[in-house]
């Protein structure tokens, strides 16, 4: 059964910590997407990624194809990081099926 | 105006209405997406439009009915839903039908609550 776990499922912090953020996927995918969600609902699409590591600003998403995990780090975390991340995998082809983990909800304190 | 736009931004209706769901999206993009984000669940896709033609139709429900008249705009049409069905609903688009080549943009939901 093709899955996508993610954990913690809530995660509070302190502002300026390190966050990291993990995703286990089951089988072999194509590619991972992470993307974060706003109380309201709006939902923005961070990265996609099928190896390697990816940096924007203060996140920086990596994926480790042997070990079917992949995490999102947030460095120097601010109150405006707090959102639920949600990481889907891309299985079965580049137009395969994209399951979607449970999200992580992240509060950042001030 | 920019981005993908959804109207309305919630909805109330009763097990005997219909109505509709409405997506535009101003990316200039081929592929429109219908997703359901009930609570405490992961987000599920349910339909997949590539060039205003269904590509995808994930199991679900026809009291949901989704309508691509052209690559800028999407419907979800609704009838004789279920108390089970009140989620928050999301639009997507794509720039081309390939969820490893590239992201997804969405818009902001409709809150549907079904009395």
């Known amino acids: 059964k093709n899955e996508v776990e993610q954990s913690p499922q809530n995660l509070t912090a302190q502002e300026g910590e390190f966050i990291t953020i993990n995703c286990s996927y089951s089988?072999?995918?194509?590619?991972l997407h992470w993307l974060q969600q706003h109380p309201g609902g709006g939902i923005v699409s961070l990265f996609m990624?099928?190896?390697g590591k990816k940096k924007h600003g203060r996140l920086i998403a990596t994926i480790n194809i042997q070990e079917k995990h992949s995490s999102l780090h947030i460095t120097a975390s601010h109150p405006r990081d707090s959102a639920v991340y949600i990481c889907a995998a891309v299985y079965g082809g580049s137009q395969g099926n994209l399951i979607f983990g449970k999200g992580t909800k992240l509060s950042v304190k001030p | 105006e920019t981005g993908v736009t959804q109207t309305p931004r919630h909805l109330v209706m009763g097990m005997t209405n219909k109505k509709s769901l409405k997506c535009e999206q101003h990316l200039g993009h081929n592929a429109m997406y219908w997703y359901k984000q009930s609570a405490k669940k992961p987000l599920e896709l349910m339909f997949v439009?590539?060039?205003?033609?269904?590509?995808e139709n994930n199991s679900v429900p026809s009291r949901f009915s989704p309508e691509c008249p052209n690559s800028s705009h999407l419907f979800l049409h609704l009838h004789t839903l279920q108390p089970e069905d009140s989620a928050l609903y999301l639009c997507a688009s794509s720039q081309d039908l390939s969820w490893a080549g590239g992201e997804q943009y969405f818009g902001p939901g409709t809150r549907l609550t079904v009395t």
């Open positions: 089988v072999g995918i194509s590619a």
């Open positions: 439009y590539s060039l205003e033609e269904r590509v």
């Open positions: 990624l099928s190896s």
